[in-house]
């Protein structure tokens, strides 16, 4: 088993910036992917970006390029969302979630309990 916690979400004015951690523990050596979701009031869950643990290939969903950073820490088993240029449309709870397949597979085993993100006009 592997659990993840999510912290850093909060309050941000438009065209600020967060950044969002996810520290893993348990077995980890079986994650092969980490990424972030996010879910808006009223919407689907949404994929936001993710990262593939060994090579560190990253991809993102084209509404927060060149905005939204993943990056993971090895030694500390965590992966980070830097959030910059935020928008109201950001405003969501974001989950980090974990893979034993890889981003491509879609399939995520571990979830977060979600970090609230809002971003005010």
């Known amino acids: 088993q592997v659990q993840l916690v999510e912290s850093g979400g909060g309050l941000v004015q438009a065209g600020g910036s967060l950044r969002l951690s996810c520290a893993a523990s348990g077995r980890t050596d079986s994650i092969a992917a980490a990424s972030w979701f996010r879910q808006a009031p009223g919407k689907e869950r949404e994929f936001v970006a993710g990262?593939?643990?060994?090579?560190?290939?990253?991809s993102y969903t084209d509404s927060v390029k060149g905005r939204f950073t993943i990056s993971r820490d090895v030694a500390k088993n965590t992966v980070y969302l830097q959030m910059s240029s935020l928008k109201p449309e950001d405003t969501a709870v974001y989950y980090c979630a974990a893979s034993r397949s890889g981003v491509r597979s879609g399939v995520y085993n571990y979830w977060g309990q979600g970090t609230q993100v809002t971003v005010s006009s």
């Open positions: 990262l593939s643990w060994g090579a560190a290939s990253t």
